[in-house]
């Protein structure tokens, strides 16, 4: 059974930096894409950012570009999301996802999920 674990969030002002975790357990992940989602109060869940497993490929929402790098760490069956420049509207919980469908920024072509962890920017 996949099971994504998710840390790293917290309370940080404007212009710092967070690194998010998700930790993958359960299954072979080489066929996966593994994404970040995030969800503010109130709004829809966006998409952030996704990678491919096996090549590395990656994927972004415009609005983090330059900002947050997704990366694998293959021997730790984690993946990271490094984010610099926080803004406050950057503030919501943060989830981690796996999926077969490649690259897409569609929640729903995502089957696996983490239990999400808050990240709070201040101005």
């Known amino acids: 059974q996949v099971q994504l674990v998710e840390s790293g969030g917290g309370l940080v002002q404007a212009g710092g930096s967070l690194r998010l975790s998700c930790a993958a357990s359960?299954?072979?992940?080489?066929?996966?894409?593994m994404a970040w989602f995030r969800q503010a109060p109130g709004k829809g869940r966006e998409f952030v950012a996704a990678i491919m497993w096996s090549s590395g490929r990656t994927r972004y929402t415009d609005s983090v570009k330059g900002r947050f790098t997704i990366s694998i760490d293959n021997a730790k069956n984690t993946v990271y999301l490094q984010m610099n420049g926080l803004k406050p509207e950057d503030t919501a919980v943060y989830y981690c996802?796996?999926?077969?469908?490649?690259?897409?920024?569609?929640?729903?072509?995502?089957?696996?999920w983490g239990q999400g962890t808050q990240v709070t920017v201040t101005s």
């Open positions: 996802a796996a999926g077969t469908n490649g690259l897409s920024s569609f929640s729903h072509q995502y089957t696996y």
């Open positions: 359960g299954g072979g992940f080489s066929s996966y894409a």
